[in-house]
């Protein structure tokens, strides 16, 4: 059952967004999202279905004409090639969360290239915006962003919802977080999942219908739970968040397991529930202005990375060409993973492609030192 | 380094150096409290609550023209952070974090009491931790709501119609986010903010746009270009930082009349004047004799920068019953202004055609990620409305990404395939 349920998990992740043109009718209730900024609740409540934009590793080639290179990472571009090929014709709606400049810039391209006529086929075009500073203005700003988001969703939906739908929407999603949560308990310690296995796993929450995502997580969990544990250096992945499994199978191809990542995407998506006895638009919105992105305060993101390292005897962390905030926070990674005496290394490749052969031999010589460490660990 | 053609000019640069001098005088000396801050920060805040504020971009203009800034930034390339990170705005955190690893201008930059920065670029509320903790600084921080509708022609609109500019739920938030700074900086200074006075300060504000307005028009049409792009930088960023001031009023109409004057006196930049440049982006510091490196060669002429053009379209703001609503609605589209389409491509392009441009050069300051974005809408659009693009890739403050002949080399080429032919 383990195999099949990570498997449609697998599937939950990896293929919805890949699949949008070939299905009209099941496109028209589909909502296009850039990053997981932006509350699967709402745009579930608001009758509709959330599929995040993705990278791989394909050319962008009609992307290529409006994007300036380095500037995006590759989802975005995927994102946008998506939206001047017509694949995005038949969905209701591409939400844009201001989770980093790249996906604000994104949003005023997309509609600046409809204006134009460029994108003819695209369908509305919606802003996210989260602030994060710790002030009562910023959380009623929030809050109203996220109250306006609902209201346009379903208005794009053809009907009217309530807070009612919407608390029933965090109550669903809360309990698939319940599942995701054990998927991800079963990679610390003597982690019993790869990689890749778990980020697609964690991932398909965003995706999937969340009562069918609590049986497929719950009945991966059961069964993993039996298996034996997987030695091999266990690895962070850090950085720039990844939106994928593709730097996970290119760091296990070398003989670790990537035990945790900060990424919405993966073990930092589902870690907490959300409260909505009260406001329920606040409380989504206090929940998703904590999700790791390129605007989230270094304090915070060092706290998710101080607490991930009790699991990891070494970080691989990701600063692409594209990055433009988390190399920054390279001084304090350093200072941190010194004082816990956790090897790193930084790569440099496109976290959605293929290694570089400089990053692969940075990481091969972080796991020489990572299992290096571990022996003379297990011998003292 | 070209001569300067214009009094004004030299009375620009020994003010900011006096000015300088006489902030680490009273820092030092009299321990009163300076502000390090971002350019986009509202400066009469500061000014009226009596703390001076140094402006990051033009602490880092300063350092890149005295040729420090490559060693600057090979300390913190050394320090592990990747190359390919904001230049400009952080060559003064290397400044103060790299304190041995060059010689910074004029004794340095002494400790401020507060950091301030709008949230606008991703990377900003990480220089500013890094800066504010290698001064053991506070760091005070304005978010930036994201703009969501962008109005065609803005420069029509923000003079009189500037509530039109901004969404409501911007505007109120911006506001109140003032509100929360005048609070902060009257803690700190020992002057309450006199809102009478912060109404006064933006009618000045004003005026000494207006003044520039009339010096813009001057330039545009003028027969053949009476100031170097160069000279109008320094002449407006000189006044900028101390915008509404009567230094800044009366060196603005004393850069003006002298403009006039050579105007009227059918004096030029270049005697051969053929072609008109516009420059597009931040400015060139570690080699501003780029800017009129083919006056001689090839009689073209850069007459148009952001710098001037911009203080009059993006800052005057008339009916201030609600001053801070106003100086709100400036503050919160700053950036969409210059770099998001479609505001920056349809205001490029208009100036353009008011300064009967020829050719234009693109900078693409592949570092300053948030800027470098917008840029083939910015081209694209300039092409359509009959004019050449050039795009220069090159960072603003790093002398070390710039290779000043072969850049020379390709603007020559450029000029003689596609605008002299």
Known sequence: MSLGAIDELRAGFEQPFWALGRDVASDGRTVV????????????????????????????????????????????????????TGRLAGVAAVVLPRSSDPDYKCFLYLRELARLGTAAELPPVLLFDLLHADSPDARAYNADRARSLYADLASLAGQPRGDDELRGAVASANRARTAARRVQALRAGAPRLSGVDALPSLGAFLQLEPERYAALADAAADSLAHRAPLEAPRVLVAG???????????????????????????????????????????????????????????????????????????VVISLPPDDASFGWDYPRYRELLARHAVPHAVVHGDPAGSLTPSDRGRIQSLLDDARARREAARVY | MSTKQFESTLAAAAFQKQWFGELRRRVFDERRPYALIQADVPFELFDLTDIPAVSNQWWSSIVAAKRQAPAFLSAMAADGIPGPLCRYCSLGLATTRYPKAGDAPWGGLPTPRLLCARLTCDCIHRVFSLWADAFGAELYEIEHPAASELPPKWWELTRHRWRELIEPHRLDFVAGSLERLIEKLESIGERRLDRAALRERLERVNRQEEIFDAARKLIASAPVTPVRMTEQIANVMATQWVRGTDWAIAHAQHFHDELRARRLGRRRVCENEKARLMWVGAGLWHDTDFYSAFEKSHGAVFVWSMYLAFGPDAYIRYGLDDPLAALASRTATFNEFLHNPPWAAEWTVAQALEHRIDAA???????????????????????????????VEADVVDALAWDPAAARKAVAAFLEERVLE
């Open chain 1, 240 to 314: 720039e968040p990844v939106d994928g499994a593709a730097l996970h199978a290119a760091i296990e191809a070398e003989g670790a397991v990537v035990v945790a990542e900060l990424s919405p995407f993966g073990a930092c998506g589902t870690e907490t529930d959300i409260d909505s006895s009260g406001d329920p638009f606040a409380a989504l919105a206090a929940h998703y202005e904590r999700v790791i992105d390129a605007r989230l305060p270094v304090g915070a993101l060092m706290q998710r990375l101080d607490a991930a390292l009790v699991s990891a005897d070494a």
């Open chain 1, 33 to 84: 999202v850039s990053w997981p900024s932006v509350p699967v609740e709402l745009v579930r409540a608001a009758g509709l279905a959330p599929i995040f934009a993705r990278g791989r590793n394909a050319p962008t080639p009609t992307a290529h004409g409006v994007l300036e290179p380095d500037l995006f990472p590759n989802r975005l571009r995927q994102l946008v090639d998506a939206g001047l």
């Open chain 2, 361 to 391: 050069l693109v900078l693409h300051p592949k570092s300053m990620k948030p800027s470098a974005m917008g840029r083939f809408f910015i081209e694209r659009a300039l092409e359509r409305a009959g004019i050449p693009v050039l795009r």
